[in-house]
T-cell receptor, first 114, second 114 residues
Framework: KAGVTQTPRYLIKTRGQQVTLSCSPI?????VSWYQQTPGQGLQFLFE???????NKGNFPGRFSGRQFSNSRSEMNVSTLELGDSALYLC?????????????FGEGSWLTVV | GESVGLHLPTLSVQEGDNSIINCAYS??????FIWYKQESGKGPQFIID?????DKRQGQRVTVLLNKTVKHLSLQIAATQPGDSAVYFC?????????????FGRGTSLIVHP
């Protein structure tokens, strides 16, 4: 069974640009969540999607957005990039809801903003 | 490989020793807790979980202890091996919107010396 796949793995963007990251969940998983990981703040929850609907959201500005498609694949977008957005962006998928939350992470997309 | 685990607390042990990694959580509403392992250049990997109605749970070579009174979680790894070297962090989860919202600890870097 293929794991969570994230693309691209590495990218460099300039301040003010926008970026779109993609995530393909494990087959059969309907929940996809996104996280930002930095040395300063650690791992932080961005948002979670289930059946194309945002179910939960972390404390990030509106520049961070996401969506989920009918095949459960998900994208996240960051607009008007800032230097502080440089981070590892992780996607995770799960087939459980409030009964548990065993999530499976992808290997992440490394974003550098210059 | 890449790392986002700079300036983390470090635990150094000898191969074969038992390791104990600690985590304090803050939200009294959290009722589901997970330990993750993250190796350099990879996404976090689920190790073991525990619900708030339990105070101990055992897996293969790992045990998680939960003390709700002092909001403390620990991960015990028996007979630590060099392959256990990684960053370990806990996540407290509270139920929301049919799923869970996670808050992650900063992590502890475990170094196992052969």
């Amino acid at each position: 069974k293929a794991g969570v796949t994230q693309t691209p793995r590495y990218l460099i963007k300039t301040r003010g640009q926008q970026v779109t990251l993609s995530c393909s969940p494990i087959s059969g998983h309907r929940s996809v969540s996104w996280y930002q990981q930095t040395p300063g703040q650690g791992l932080q929850f961005l948002f979670e999607y289930f059946s194309e609907t945002q179910r939960n959201k972390g404390n990030f500005p509106g520049r961070f957005s996401g969506r989920q498609f009918s095949n459960s694949r998900s994208e996240m977008n960051v607009s008007t990039l800032e230097l502080g957005d440089s981070a590892l962006y992780l996607c995770a998928s799960s087939n459980q809801g409030a009964t548990g939350n065993t999530i499976y992470f992808g290997e992440g997309s490394w974003l550098t903003v210059v | 490989g890449e790392s986002v685990g700079l300036h983390l607390p470090t635990l150094s042990v000898q191969e074969g020793d038992n390791s104990i990694i600690n985590c304090a959580y803050s939200n009294s509403a959290s009722d589901y807790f997970i330990w993750y392992k993250q190796e350099s250049g990879k996404g976090p990997q689920f190790i073991i979980d525990i619900r708030s109605n339990m105070d101990k749970r055992q897996g293969q070579r790992v045990t998680v202890l939960l003390n709700k009174t002092v909001k403390h979680l620990s991960l015990q790894i028996a007979a630590t091996q060099p392959g256990d070297s990684a960053v370990y962090f806990c996540a407290e989860n509270y139920a929301s919107g049919g799923s869970y919202i996670p808050t992650f600890g900063r992590g502890t870097s475990l170094i196992v010396h052969p």
